[in-house]
């Protein structure tokens, strides 16, 4: 992972003790251009490995998704059919 509840929670405790200090966030693909005008405003971006990233979300988005949430076990894909429907786009994907 890329400790990104790690970072939030130490930047919202250090933005709560020094009052002069606000904190932003955003999370997504890319950072939000409304962060990069804001004067002395410091910037944290972290990053996933790209290969760890498609199996965690495979893992969270398909596979726990189908046996905790829903109970469709059978519903589940193979990593490998998972990824090649991902990539076009499948409607089935979770």
């Not at 970072?7 to 966030?25: A, L, N, P, V, W």
Request: hydrophobic content about 35%; proline content about 2%.
């Amino acid at each position: 992972k890329a400790a990104g509840t790690t970072i939030r929670d130490i930047m919202e405790q250090y933005s709560k003790r020094k009052r002069t200090i606000h904190y932003f966030e955003t999370e997504g693909i890319s950072l939000d251009k409304r962060f990069l005008f804001i004067p002395n405003t410091l910037t944290v971006t972290t990053l996933r490995h790209p290969i760890k990233r498609i199996k965690s979300l495979y893992w969270y988005e398909h596979v726990a998704w189908y046996h905790t949430i829903v109970k469709e076990t059978h519903k589940c894909k193979s990593f490998r059919i998972w990824v090649d429907n991902w990539i076009d786009g499948s409607k089935w994907k979770n």
